[in-house]
T-cell receptor, first 115, second 116 residues
Framework: DAGVIQSPRHEVTEMGQEVTLRCKPISGHNSLFWYRQTMMRGLELLIYFNNNVPIDDSGMPEDRFSAKMPNASFSTLKIQPSEPRDSAVYFC?????????????FGPGTRLTVL | AQKITQTQPGMFVQEKEAVTLDCTYDTSDPSYGLFWYKQPSSGEMIFLIYQGSYDQQNATEGRYSLNFQKARKSANLVISASQLGDSAMYFCAMREGATGANNLFFGTGTRLTVIP
């Protein structure tokens, strides 16, 4: 199994540009999570999906952030327009739904730098 | 209130010694799960160990064990026979609810340094 795949691994962009982060969950996993990690705030949940449906997006910072999951094998997190304070590592994680174990498997992360 | 509290920003341990990383949690849900993740300098999040709220015995995975004290709401990670490769950030996390993919609440982490 390839694990959770994220792309790109690193992204450097200028303020005001649109940024799209991509995630492919582990095959068969029904739940997908987007987290953001910064030194100041640690690991924060942005949004999560069950069976491609957004369940909790209360962690999405503002309207500049949007996430989609058009099918079970792909999700995007978009920031438009980007700002320097969005610089962080963005993790995608997936988990099998309905399991009492519910370990979340994390992708390698995307390190975003907004200049 | 914080759901997960890790009070040790940094810890040092001599190689081959055991070390305990503290974690306390706060929930009113009778069903929950507790997790520990390791984040080395390379940045990935590596799952280490899981403890369910109804588990009678402390979880163990190789050199990792979880000291689960339910009444005190603590879930400390014990690493035995520390190795240089154990140097990393360690995060405690909690999922509330019995099943379903509820999100994890993470602590602020403890940076462990293993000294040769």
């Amino acid at each position: 199994d390839a694990g959770v795949i994220q792309s790109p691994r690193h992204e450097v962009t200028e303020m005001g540009q649109e940024v799209t982060l991509r995630c492919k969950p582990i095959s068969g996993h029904n739940s997908l999570f987007w987290y953001r990690q910064t030194m100041m705030r640690g690991l924060e949940l942005l949004i999560y999906f069950n069976n491609n449906v957004p369940i909790d997006d209360s962690g999405m910072p503002e309207d500049r952030f949007s996430a989609k999951m058009p099918n079970a094998s792909f999700s995007t997190l978009k920031i438009q327009p980007s700002e320097p304070r969005d610089s962080a590592v963005y993790f995608c994680a997936s988990s099998p739904l309905g399991s009492s174990y519910n370990e979340q498997f994390f992708g390698p992360g995307t390190r975003l730098t907004v200049l | 209130a914080q759901k997960i509290t890790q009070t040790q920003p940094g810890m040092f341990v001599q190689e081959k010694e055991a070390v305990t990383l503290d974690c306390t949690y706060d929930t009113s849900d009778p069903s929950y799960g507790l997790f520990w993740y390791k984040q080395p300098s390379s940045g990935e999040m590596i799952f280490l160990i899981y403890q369910g709220s109804y588990d009678q015995q402390n979880a163990t995975e190789g050199r990792y064990s979880l000291n689960f004290q339910k009444a005190r709401k603590s879930a400390n990670l014990v690493i035995s026979a520390s190795q240089l490769g154990d140097s990393a950030m360690y995060f405690c996390a909690m999922r509330e609810g019995a099943t379903g993919a509820n999100n994890l609440f993470f602590g602020t982490g403890t940076r462990l340094t293993v000294i040769p």
